[in-house]
């Protein structure tokens, strides 16, 4: 049953990756026509979105989340 479950999961993970494969595909506008738009812009060195922010504090979070699971696991298991 376990095997079935694994299989299903990457099933799924295959299937999703393909449905958003092209979604960033799209060709960029030129600098002068966003400049013309008029969308304001920020300065060099500017976030290009907001997760940029929390990078490191994700990756702490992340490392601190597999340790604790692998602690657990460990635990039950032995």
């Known amino acids: 049953m376990k095997t079935i479950n694994k299989?299903?999961?990457a099933l799924l993970l295959f299937v999703v990756s393909f449905a958003y494969a092209e979604e960033n595909n799209?060709?960029?506008?030129?600098?002068e026509a966003v400049a013309k738009a008029g969308s304001g812009g920020g300065g060099p060195g500017a976030p290009t979105s907001p997760i940029d922010?929390?990078?490191y504090l994700l990756a702490v979070v992340a490392i601190v989340f597999i340790a604790f699971?692998?602690?657990k696991?460990?635990?039950i298991k032995a």
């Open 53 to 55: 922010m929390y990078v």
């Open 7 to 9: 299989l299903v999961s």
């Open 26 to 31: 799209a060709i960029p506008p030129a600098p």
């Open 69 to 71: 699971y692998t602690k």
């Open 73 to 75: 696991y460990k635990t």
